[in-house]
């Protein structure tokens, strides 16, 4: 989603603003620019598309400058056009401002400025920010931008710079995340710590009520009042990515096939270090997860555990819509939020709720000192470092590795297992690594499925119990990165109308990775071969593969960790089908890696 940058310092701005856009592009955007301040002016630079377009229509200017912002835009409000890209400038050209979230009274604000004699150039709700900031300028540039962001509605991150005070950038943030560096002789604003050089830095997150105002001397925190506010540094998880894909030709597959590794690691993991207490722990009388897309699928992986295991009531809801319905949050309830990035809109909104509302709450990220994690009253870091490509794989079953493990803990604590019987579940997990590492060497075979699928417009996922949740993941992996309409659906459930869509030849992905579901899935498979369906199953049963039209063998494993090894199965099947339309893995269209609005 929408990226900020900002410099300040004695270096010229141009190639920092470049670089760090260059890193945030993971994010997901349509088109990027760049403002410079110089010599009393502004020198801008926008271009619709790729990064790679604005780097070359920058060449035809100097940009002298040292203190600049810039952005990646997703559009929300107009277009992905050029004159829609930020940085957007005041109509008299002396305030620059680049802007991630949205501002909700857009619509309002803009109809006050026109009958002001302000006209406008684009379609974003972005643009009436500078424009405030012209309307309220009478000399002091802190001033008009402090009594601009309190007309503002909704979620904002903004950095926004002046003529009128050169090397000076002003920031701002409410629901958006937006972090700020202080270094020598630099400054630095970013929406993700990524964007930061490698660089000795104080890191700084810019809260809602807070103001930060950078210099090359330094960075000034007041609160909305004008007042000085001291504020700590914080850790955050800082390392080169940018064209680190250990050989591999996409991110994506680079890490896929980090997973193993990272699955070994997690399962060293001790959750006695769980800053939950263990009060809580004993006392908690159900849980309710939030996430959105694969982190939600994590959830109802965790839902069957916590169940299953700890004997937890449990309740997955999507972020997005969990305020919506009047959710019942009662004392000794405990509210986990799954999320890679930890800066989703919508879980941040439905977690800052629960937490309102009085609930305990843990988070499960894999982003170190993102938002959910320095909110919640305990976190659980799923540690898979940096995922760049957009579709999720490792950080997904980090998710649900460790959230197998924090119901293995409950169940201990809660009395529901002896620890012997959790010393044997851990030894069985412990094997988990090796046999997802027999499943990435499956590759080959995996590819060739992907090339029967590549050219199909419709294709069903199905599986029984936590198979069932594993083809959602399944199908929502193949439809974001290859474009292909997928329908997951619990096998038993096909009777019940979509078995009406079956035709000569439909293609049904079938999982079955649960014994005791076995003879069951055999049924649902031989319901679709019936009426012509393409059976291909990922299973390590004989019985269910020979019935199948093409088998890919998974490892046996313990009933609760089968479906992790078919996720991987599925993620490579994605992979190699997005590679095999020629498309681009990481970066599929519309999509952002981190979905900062609601
Ligand atoms: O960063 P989060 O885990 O909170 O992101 C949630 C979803 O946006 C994310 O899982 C999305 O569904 C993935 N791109 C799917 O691969």
């Not at 470092?385 to 957009?390: K, L, N």
Request: glycine share 8%.
């Amino acid at each position: 989603m929408c990226g900020i940058v900002g410099y300040t310092g004695k270096k010229q701005a141009k190639s920092i603003l470049l670089s760090g856009l260059d890193i945030l592009e993971y994010r997901g955007y349509d088109s990027a620019g760049i403002c410079i301040e110089e010599n009393g002016a502004f020198a801008l630079c926008k271009a619709s598309g790729k990064l790679e377009r604005l780097r070359e229509k920058s060449q035809n200017h100097v940009f002298s400058g040292t203190c600049g912002i810039g952005h990646t835009r997703w559009a929300t409000h107009g277009a992905p056009t050029e004159e829609n890209a930020h940085p957007h400038l005041s109509s008299d050209g002396s305030f620059s401002v680049v802007h991630n979230g949205i501002v909700e009274n857009a619509e309002a604000l803009r109809a006050m400025l026109k009958e002001h004699g302000f006209s406008f150039r684009s379609d974003t709700d972005t643009e009436v920010v500078p424009q405030l900031m012209q309307y309220f300028y009478r000399g002091n540039v802190q001033e008009a931008f402090l009594k601009t962001v309190k007309m503002l509605s909704g979620s904002y991150a903004l950095g926004a710079m002046s003529t009128y005070e050169p090397g000076k950038i002003f920031a701002a943030a409410r629901e958006s995340p937006l972090l700020v560096a202080k270094g020598a002789d630099r400054c630095f604003v970013a929406s993700d710590a990524m964007a930061f050089p490698l660089e000795d830095l104080q890191i700084y997150s810019v809260e809602a009520g807070e103001l930060a105002v950078l210099s090359k001397n330094g960075v000034l925190f007041q609160n909305t009042d004008g007042e000085a506010i001291t504020k700590q540094p914080i850790q955050v998880e800082r390392e080169c990515i940018q064209h680190d894909k250990s050989g591999y030709d996409f991110f994506m597959l680079k890490e896929i096939m980090e997973q193993p590794a990272i699955l070994a690691k997690l399962a060293q993991t001790d959750m006695g270090k769980l800053s939950l207490s263990d009060e809580l722990v004993q006392s908690v009388r159900c849980v309710h997860i939030i996430a959105c897309g694969s982190a939600y699928h994590a959830g109802l992986a965790g839902k069957r555990f916590l169940e299953s295991l700890a004997g937890v009531p449990t309740f997955v809801e999507m972020a997005s819509e969990f305020r919506y319905r009047s959710p019942i949050l009662e004392k000794g309830d405990l509210v986990i939020a799954v999320s890679q990035s930890g800066e989703t809109a919508d879980t941040i909104a439905a977690f800052r709720y629960a937490k309102e509302k009085g609930a305990a709450t843990l988070s499960v990220v894999n982003v170190l000192g993102s938002t959910l994690a320095r909110e919640a009253d305990g976190v659980l870091y799923t540690d898979a470092g940096p995922e760049i490509a957009v579709a999720t794989t490792k950080a997904y079953t980090a998710q649900v590795l460790v959230l197998y493990q924090l119901s293995l803990h409950l169940a201990e604590k809660r009395g529901r297992i002896s620890l012997e019987e959790s010393q044997k579940l851990k030894e069985k997990m412990k094997k988990l690594p090796q046999k997802a590492e027999k499943v990435v060497k499956q590759a080959e075979e995996i590819r060739k499925i992907s090339e029967e699928i590549k050219n199909v417009n419709h294709i069903f996922f199905i599986g029984r119990g936590a198979d069932a949740d594993t083809a959602a993941e399944g199908a929502l992996k193949l439809k974001e990165i290859t474009y292909i309409h997928a329908e997951a659906y619990a096998a038993g459930e096909l009777k019940h109308g979509t078995i009406s869509l079956m035709e000569e030849g439909t293609p049904v992905i079938a999982i079955a990775t649960q014994k005791a579901l076995y003879d069951k899935m055999r049924s649902n498979i031989q319901e679709v071969k019936a009426r012509g369906a393409r059976v291909y199953a990922f299973t390590p049963d004989a019985q269910i593969a020979r019935e199948a039209d093409y088998a890919l063998y998974l490892p046996d494993t313990d009933e609760h960790l089968g479906s992790v090894l078919a996720a991987v199965s599925l993620q490579l099947l994605s992979y190699y089908t997005a590679i095999g339309k020629g498309l681009d893995a990481d970066k599929p269209r519309n999509l952002a890696k981190s979905v900062t609005v609601e």
